[in-house]
């Protein structure tokens, strides 16, 4: 259950950590506007544009994966194939990210469709 617990806390991190990325680009528009982060955001292009969507996207992810992780935990079905499946979820979420920064649209949706079936392959084995 470790394994689980461990991918659930940077599951829920990831999202802030994709952060940095969008908060560097936004520093390089004009210095980063604390007052009104979300309009300076929406200014972002290249880059800043995509790591804001890479950021944005780590939210959606985490409702999935929670939702995986509560039928695992829910119906007792921790085992080494449903924590397998936790760290390839991981794993591909954190290699969409950088395939997003850096602008590789195929590989990046690849890993999402890893990402996103390794979260609803744990949801199967847990029935």
């Known amino acids: 259950?470790?394994?689980l617990l461990i991918c659930a806390l940077l599951a829920v991190l990831m999202p802030y950590f994709a952060k940095a990325p969008v908060a560097f680009a936004m520093n390089k528009l004009d210095g980063y506007d604390n007052k009104?982060?979300?309009d300076q955001q929406t200014k972002l292009t290249g880059f800043g544009a995509r790591a804001l969507a890479?950021?944005?996207n780590c939210f959606e992810a985490l409702a999935v994966f929670a939702v995986a992780l509560a039928v695992v935990l829910g119906t007792n079905s921790v085992h080494?194939?449903?924590e397998l499946l936790a760290i390839t979820h991981i794993i591909a979420r954190v290699l969409y990210c950088v395939?997003?920064?850096l602008n590789l649209d195929v590989l990046r949706s690849?890993?999402?469709f890893v990402g996103l079936g390794s979260a609803v392959?744990?949801?199967a084995v847990s029935m």
Do not use: G
Request: aromatic share 20%; charged share 5%.
């Open 1 to 3: 259950m470790t394994t």
């Open 54 to 56: 890479a950021h944005q």
């Open 121 to 123: 392959a744990m949801i």
């Open 99 to 101: 395939f997003y920064y």
């Open 80 to 82: 080494q194939v449903t």
């Open 110 to 112: 690849l890993v999402w």
């Open 36 to 38: 009104h982060p979300r």
